[in-house]
């Protein structure tokens, strides 16, 4: 059964305190590995796609890496505006349908 | 840019009422989904449309029927609320890539349902 499991549940950290989140999955057949960010009451907004274990992208101080049992979310130097809840989502397996499994998030808060 | 925009924001039902979710996207995108979002369960796959005339079941379809009316609407139906679709219910849209769904959702801001 594909499944997404996200670590730690909740992060709390100071301004300027790097950290990583950890994204695990299992799928037969990894097409896609999507991280979102989601702040409270608003929807989830894309942030990164990564298609093959090996595969680094960026922006701004969010650098997200995959291998082939898991992803990671690298946050540097973070600010308070970064605190939001980071949702990881993969799409795969031998069906050629629309569904991506979510993990359940990780709440980052970054106190100033 | 509007991206996806959701209607109603807010809504209380009682138990047996019907009603309908909007959507609506702006970014040309074929494929269309509508999920909820519960604590502790994570956003699970309601239904979703492919393309303009075509929709499929995802996870937990049971108690909603979907209508895709054109390339930009796709609206969710509760026919008979129960307390149990209470719920926090997200609209998305994406380009269809050549493997399917691996394209990145673009999701609306969300319908909070609750259901008396």
């Known amino acids: 059964e594909d499944q997404v499991t996200q670590s730690p549940e909740a992060l709390r950290l100071q301004e300027g305190e790097s950290s990583s989140l950890n994204c695990s999955y299992t799928v037969s057949g990894l097409r896609g590995l999507f991280w979102y960010r989601q702040d409270p009451g608003k929807g989830p907004e894309f942030l990164f796609t990564?298609?093959?274990a090996g595969e680094e992208k960026e922006k701004e101080r969010l650098k997200a890496t995959l291998t082939k049992k898991e992803s990671f979310l690298h946050i540097t130097a973070p600010k308070p505006e970064d605190s939001a809840t980071y949702l990881c989502?993969?799409?795969?397996?031998?069906?050629?349908?629309?569904?991506?499994?979510f993990g359940q998030g990780t709440t980052l808060q970054v106190k100033p | 840019n509007a991206g996806v925009t959701q209607t109603p924001k807010f809504q209380v039902l009682k138990t047996g009422q019907s009603m309908t979710l909007q959507c609506a996207q702006d970014m040309n995108h074929n494929s269309m989904y509508w999920y909820r979002q519960d604590p502790g369960m994570g956003l699970r796959l309601i239904y979703y449309?492919?393309?303009?005339?075509?929709?499929d079941k995802g996870e937990v379809p049971n108690g909603y029927n979907v209508s895709r009316l054109n390339k930009r609407e796709f609206s969710l139906r509760l026919e008979s609320a129960a307390p149990s679709q209470t719920s926090v219910y997200f609209c998305?849209?994406?380009?269809?890539?050549?493997?399917?769904?691996?394209?990145?959702?673009?999701f609306g801001d969300g319908t909070r349902l609750s259901i008396l």
């Open positions: 998305a849209s994406s380009e269809w890539g050549t493997l399917g769904g691996n394209q990145p959702q673009h």
């Open positions: 989502a993969v799409f795969g397996g031998s069906s050629n349908t629309g569904k991506l499994i």
């Open positions: 449309s492919a393309s303009e005339g075509t929709t």
């Open positions: 990564l298609y093959s």
